[in-house]
């Protein structure tokens, strides 16, 4: 099936708002199989709107248009959809009493000019839209089905999870049931997952299987998408696959599905009634960022010091003072022992970075050590990150998370990852 996407508006046009629905619908379209052929990003123009869905109507088989449902007169997607279809714009009473609903639970006075928002293409079919006042809807216009959505992400991905999607899938006389297991890795590049996973589609005979990836450094997704008529036949295409896929990639996989590094990591402390304590250099905080949103972080998370300069973060942790300390394993060592200590956590993980001097380029650099401290033990990790400030921060903040989850589960936390140095 070929599906084009046409993102409305003049800010989405000139840059002023990043284009994120764009991405979010076409990632979760592959997901489940739908590849969309076209993009077509339009301005807030009666003319090249209507030539944008002519000529999308000729050409694709589905059309998702984002954007142009608001009341504010620059919202043009009904009116010149009905164009486009050779048909009437006309008053969907349904609609409005859905409208006039909701200010009403919200105890709002709705603006006349929200009116506009449920005058619709004769021909459309309203798609739903739960948590707003833009109303979704569907036409054929020339051999094509349009979807029209909100531009508001909440609204959209909704309104695509729930209703587009399973209308695409049937009008493309998909399998009646679909799967997509992803894997969350850190420490391989795509080239080598992709390498390491060949034939790994073979392992379900009747081409029902794809892999595919994503690569968003520092983490690479490895998607695996299972078309079956039911969701038993799934689950015993997806099981020896799932196991394939786990063996191959081993250690390295760090989180599956909705999982993430951080909630892995919190959940172990949990499970062994645990806390931790944080040290951070270089990385503005970034790992206390991403543990202390999560749900029950608080009883965990016990400490985070964050400074660039070392002798700050020795005396931070109350660390005796003496000769200036070079950033080693062992000072790493040093530090997470005396977090542990003076905070009282059971573990403490202490990143520590030696950032190069000169101009942020490619073959710029930093060196990281990385402490570990949990009861009288310790462990170390020293490796050494090119690429710039920002790519040695997210690497440096993904591999002390990432040394801290091989810990607690009782894996090497030394393993060679692809973006290494020596």
């Not at 036949?233 to 196991?243: E, H, N, S, Y």
């Amino acid at each position: 099936m070929q599906i084009e996407v046409i993102c409305t508006g003049d800010e989405v046009l000139t840059g002023k708002i990043v284009n994120t629905n764009f991405s979010y619908m076409t990632q979760k379209l592959e997901d489940v199989g739908l590849a969309v052929r076209w993009g077509t990003t339009v301005g807030d123009d009666r003319e090249t709107l209507l030539d944008a869905f002519l000529h999308a109507s000729r050409r694709a088989d589905a059309v998702i248009v984002n954007g142009g449902l608001g009341p504010t007169v620059d919202d043009l997607s009904q009116e010149i959809a009905a164009k486009a279809a050779g048909v009437d714009l006309v008053l969907n009473e349904e609609w409005l009493a859905t409208m006039e609903a909701f200010f009403a639970r919200r105890s709002r006075v709705m603006s006349s000019n929200n009116r506009k928002q449920a005058m619709l293409p004769a021909t459309a079919e309203i798609l739903d839209n739960p948590i707003g006042t833009a109303c979704g809807f569907a036409m054929d216009i020339g051999k094509a089905r349009f979807f029209f959505t909100p531009g508001v992400p909440r609204e959209l991905r909704r309104m695509l999870e729930e209703q587009i999607i399973p209308r695409l899938l049937a009008k493309g006389g998909t399998p009646g049931a679909i799967h997509l297991k992803r894997f969350h890795s850190y420490g391989l590049g795509e080239s080598h997952v992709d390498q390491l996973l060949q034939g790994v589609e073979e392992l379900v005979p009747d081409g029902s299987a794809k892999l595919g990836f994503r690569a968003h450094y520092p983490q690479i997704e490895t998607k695996l998408t299972v078309r079956g008529a039911n969701h038993a036949d799934i689950d015993q295409k997806l099981g020896p696959v799932i196991a394939e896929v786990r063996k191959r990639l081993g250690n390295f996989i760090l989180a599956e599905d909705d999982d993430t590094l951080e909630g892995v990591i919190l959940k172990a402390l949990q499970r062994a009634e645990g806390s931790l304590a944080l040290v951070e250099t270089f990385t503005g905080g970034q790992m206390a960022a991403r543990l202390l949103p999560l749900p029950g972080a608080e009883g965990v998370l016990r400490r985070g010091v964050v400074s660039r300069d070392l002798t700050q973060i020795c005396d931070a942790v109350g660390l005796a003072g003496g000769e200036p300390l070079d950033i080693t394993n062992e000072t790493a060592e040093a530090v997470a022992r005396a977090a542990r200590r003076q905070s009282g956590a059971s573990h403490a993980l202490a990143v520590l970075i030696d950032l190069d001097t000169g101009p942020d380029r490619i073959d710029f650099g930093g060196t990281i050590c990385i402490g570990i401290a949990a009861g009288d033990h310790v462990e170390s990790r020293r490796s050494r990150i090119l690429g710039g400030r920002e790519w040695v921060r997210l690497g440096a903040v993904e591999l002390g998370l990432d040394c801290l989850r091989r810990y607690l589960h009782g894996l090497p936390v030394s393993e060679r990852i692809d973006f290494e140095r020596n």
